[in-house]
């Protein structure tokens, strides 16, 4: 038996492409000219810094609203040695109030290091607390103090 060979498929004709209508423009209206301002002589401004804002924190769930209680180590009253006494005064305080009075004296005195404010130049008071160390860090200053309190 022969196979009768079967008519070809026509294929659709290819679609044309759509002619895109040209839309003109509007001229944009023409601006006036910003009126000339007066230059005076102005006080220097000084430059906003960009704050950040912190990011938003979602919150599980709301507890109860209680006071903050401090830690009670932090505030029980502690006696200063007699070196640290000089700096800051014989009255025993907690452990924060004593750093406190610590850093106003370095500030009063001028004592960070212009350079890097993390270091402490000791001057003759400060000298006898930190052991003898002409220039000690921020961070081994509080270890150092922590020595002269009972």
């Known amino acids: 038996m022969a196979t009768a060979k079967k008519p070809a498929a026509k294929k659709p004709a290819a679609k044309k492409p759509v002619a895109k209508k040209v839309v003109a423009k509007k001229a944009a209206p023409a601006k006036k000219a910003a009126p000339a301002k007066k230059v005076a002589a102005k006080k220097p401004v000084a430059k906003k810094v960009a704050v950040k804002k912190p990011a938003a924190k979602k919150v599980a769930a709301k507890k109860p609203a209680t006071a903050r209680k401090p830690n009670a180590a932090f505030m029980k009253p502690v006696t200063p040695s007699a070196v640290l006494a000089a700096v800051i005064g014989a009255t025993p305080s907690p452990r924060t109030e004593v750093t406190k009075k610590v850093w106003e004296y370095i500030k009063k005195f001028k ?5 890097n404010k993390r270091m402490i130049d000791a ?3 400060l000298k006898a607390v930190f052991g003898g160390k002409k220039q000690v860090s921020m961070f081994e200053m509080t270890k150092l103090i922590s020595g002269h309190l009972k």
């Not at 004592?111 to 350079?115: A, D």
């Open 111 to 115: 004592l960070q290091n212009p350079e």
């Open 123 to 125: 001057d003759d008071k």
